[in-house]
């Protein structure tokens, strides 16, 4: 448990002018975000202007490059910590960019466009969302997350990759029926260097600020006397989930809410199913999570209490509804809170 004296410490810990030794550690976690938030744009930029060049449906590089794209840094996050020995961090990270998709991202989003939505475009990937959740749950209840067993979570992922090419195509042909799509003709060599350059600066940009934020994400948490589990639920999560964030305020200025919940639940299933079962393979004997209860006990239900009260009510009324938006606010910021001030225990 985190008790009020140790907030109190941390607390003071700040107020120590003369003691700067926690600012490089600060500056490269703040520099990781930086290089992901911006290496994951260019790599978007450059996946379409791939897309253009080659013929290939912006549909299905959407549906497929993109889609990975915005959850490539939760990935490389967990997957470095993982490699590192950092079990709460990956697991913290993997559970906790799911909540604050849901209860922070998608909750704003909920409460500026709540309306009525078509159900079949979500129900796939709803019915997935929860479905990988509950087998997550399930999976992780005797302490470790196997390789084998964790086939199964990558069978979701797989289910949902077919579903969002097999979309793609069908829009696609419908749209060239309706209107024929022209190929993109590149205009000179500038053209083809500034998009390669792009393609290979995002790569590397996420890549790197992963690393940065895995890396500076436990050491901050050690120099202030943190719990791990904190730090991975609340900045390293909220921080790798900035892609999703920067959609929705796009989607909410442009109000496309299809394109920003979409993205949050599609990228939810990704963090879900494919996530975990990668560190358990780096892991090699599998996840041990027998000394990270609280992530089995308290992360993953509340993801699911989340995950329900944003998709089912949408499932059975057609509609998103406002109310949603502020009950998921409120559950996840009593979350945060009440894990701080070491309610929760950790």
Not at 67 to 83: G, I, N, Q, R
Not at 175 to 197: F, P, T
Not at 317 to 339: C, E
Request: charged fraction near 15%.
């Amino acid at each position: 448990m985190v008790q009020v004296g140790m907030i109190r410490s941390w607390i003071e810990s700040w107020a120590e002018v003369e003691n700067l030794s926690m600012l490089p550690t600060i500056l490269l976690l703040l520099a990781g975000l930086v290089l992901i938030i911006k290496g994951g744009d260019w790599f978007v930029d450059s996946a379409a202007w791939i897309a253009e060049v080659s013929g290939i449906p912006k549909l299905i590089v959407g549906a497929t490059v993109v889609s990975f794209a915005t959850t490539l840094p939760e990935l490389l996050v967990s997957s470095f910590a993982t490699a590192e020995g950092n079990i709460s961090t990956s697991i913290g990270n993997a559970v906790g960019s799911v909540t604050a998709n849901i209860g922070l991202i998608m909750a704003i989003g909920l409460i500026f466009m709540s309306g009525k939505v078509k159900r079949k475009d979500y129900l796939v990937k709803s019915v997935l969302m929860l479905l990988g959740g509950a087998l997550l749950f399930l999976l992780t209840m005797s302490g470790k997350l196997r390789v084998v067993p964790s086939l199964i979570l990558v069978l979701v992922f797989a289910v949902f990759m077919f579903d969002n090419v097999k979309r793609a195509v069908t829009e696609h042909k419908l749209e060239k029926a309706r209107n024929a799509e022209e190929r993109h003709v590149i205009s000179g060599k500038k053209e083809v260097i500034v998009n390669v350059l792009k393609f290979v600066g995002g790569v590397a940009g996420i890549v790197i600020g992963a690393d940065l934020l895995s890396d500076n994400g436990v050491a901050l948490a050690s120099q202030l006397g943190v719990p791990e589990r904190i730090v991975a639920v609340t900045v390293i999560a909220i921080g790798t989930s900035l892609p999703e964030l920067v959609t929705m305020i796009t989607a909410i200025v442009k109000k496309q809410h299809e394109l920003s919940f979409g993205n949050i639940i599609g990228a939810n299933v990704i963090d879900i199913a494919l996530i975990l079962p990668v560190c358990a393979a780096i892991s090699k004997g599998g996840v041990l999570v027998a000394d990270n209860m609280s992530s089995i006990l308290i992360d993953i239900p509340l993801m699911l209490v989340c995950g329900t009260v944003a998709l089912v009510p949408m499932l059975i009324t057609g509609k998103f509804h406002r109310w949603q938006g502020f009950t998921l606010l409120g559950i996840y910021l009593a979350y945060i809170l009440l894990m701080c001030f070491g309610v929760i225990a950790v």
